[in-house]
């Protein structure tokens, strides 16, 4: 078959305008992608995951088998990633990217963190690739879920739950990490410097139950530096409060008020006039 160059110019411009219009072709995703990123400790965890809805089908035991490895979730396994080592369920977990893949049970289910993170479904997942698994308790639910929900819930700076709800069942994945080692090196550190960050690390001490008499001797001299805001007397307050000086306190409340009033911030006015109800108690 003999081609002109006419014809090879026409087939040329066919083709561009049929891929054209393909790449410009969108259509809603049966199951939308969710990326959720939880700051815990010191570092963040990022999780990727895509959500399927139930559409009046039997997941559990139905579409997804029990007992067998499962994405958690459609099309790509499920991602997740630490910056930072973590505990889950007490075991050790390094920094890293992980493919989360989990085994459903009506009892008890496995969380799988795989050291192959980027695959299409469980397809080819390997358990030699398993880096750790651990087992947590199914607990049924009385409300359906229609679209598959992952979140961090119950988040402290050390502990957060990774919970995974469908259909008629979930799961909760207890999460730890040792901020506090860590936080206090930072601070011993940043303690060295020329500039101090006194108020930071006063309120960790304090809100931490670390040496109050520290604390209490940071935060006087943040109020030195910053003597007119009102969050500074507040927090100084707080710790005079706690060691036993009520007037200081009652004093620094009264100061912070007044300053709040000044700036107009409500929050502020609310929360001295809080601590200056607490000293006469």
């Not at 002109?4 to 049929?18: D, E």
């Not at 965890?45 to 895509?50: R, S």
Request: aromatic residues 8%.
């Amino acid at each position: 078959m003999k081609f002109t160059i006419k014809t090879m110019v026409l087939l040329l411009v066919a083709l561009g305008i049929n891929n054209n219009l393909s790449a410009q072709l969108k259509l809603p995703a049966p199951s939308s992608t969710q990326t959720i990123i939880q700051e815990f400790g010191l570092g963040k965890i990022t999780l990727t995951y895509a959500r399927p809805s139930v559409k009046g089908r039997k997941i559990f035991g139905g579409m997804e088998p029990m007992d067998k490895v499962w994405r958690t979730g459609a099309n790509a396994a499920t991602i997740i990633t630490f910056t930072d080592a973590v505990k889950i369920e007490g075991q050790d977990l390094p920094a890293g990217e992980y493919g989360l893949f989990s085994i459903p049970n009506a009892k008890e289910w496995t969380v799988i963190f795989s050291k192959t993170a980027k695959q299409w479904g469980a397809y080819t997942y390997d358990q030699k690739d398993d880096v750790l698994r651990v087992k947590v308790k199914t607990n049924a639910l009385k409300d359906k879920v229609e679209t598959l929900t992952m979140q961090f819930a119950n988040v402290t700076e050390s502990k957060a739950q990774l919970q995974l709800t469908w259909e008629n069942m979930s799961f909760a994945v207890n999460l730890t990490t040792d901020v506090d080692a860590k936080a206090m090196a930072n601070i011993a550190e940043a303690m060295k410097g020329e500039k101090k960050p006194y108020m930071q690390s006063a309120i960790y001490y304090f809100t931490n139950g670390k040496d109050l008499k520290t604390a209490l001797g940071w935060m006087v001299e943040a109020d030195k530096a910053e003597p007119k805001m009102p969050w500074t007397k507040l927090w100084l307050g707080k710790m005079q409060l706690k060691s036993g000086d009520k007037v200081g306190a009652a004093e620094s409340a009264k100061a912070g008020i007044a300053l709040a009033t000044t700036m107009k911030n409500d929050e502020y006015i609310r929360l001295n006039t809080q601590l200056l109800a607490e000293t006469k108690k």
